[in-house]
């Protein structure tokens, strides 16, 4: 009996463009400035995209807007996701035990840690002029850059799967 094998990647491969976002403002804060400077109205998904690490939930804030006119998705979305974990350490007596907390920093896409937020767009037709969104959007007094990044760049290409 033969093997068969599916190759998918292909398949899965979406278009889209992703623009990388340098601002030290808060998730809501940034979504905010992105509504008040540009065309979009960016709003929070109920729903926050959760990636599972070592049993570990880490949620990333998940923010969209819908161009219904020219069939066009945004998606602001946080590169960065802290955490708190809790350990008890003994101090070597009965009662003698101590909660030590660390704080760690996870990012959606590992190999680029220095961006805070990235913008997804996506387009079935014909994609919207990127150069004027970046020039927008670094016109943005709080942001300190933006810039495109070539998706074929991405290792991490399964954690920009939203839907």
Known sequence: MGHYKLVLDEACDEVYSLVAIHCS?????MA??????THMRLHRERTDIDLSKNGLSITFPWFTYEH?????????????CKSVEAKMVSGGG??????????????????????DFFLKIQSEDTPPSLRKLLLEINE???????YSIASEAIKS????IFN
Do not use: C, G, W
């Open 25 to 29: 403002e808060a998730d809501y804060k």
């Open 94 to 115: 009965l009662f003698s035990t101590s909660e030590e907390e660390n704080t760690r920093t996870h990012y959606l896409l590992p190999e680029y840690k220095n961006v």
């Open 32 to 37: 905010y400035l992105l509504n008040q400077h």
């Open 157 to 160: 290409k399964n954690n920009l």
């Open 68 to 80: 219904a006119q020219h069939d066009i998705q945004y998606h602001l979305v946080a590169n960065k």
């Open 140 to 146: 943005i007094r709080h942001v300190i850059s933006a």
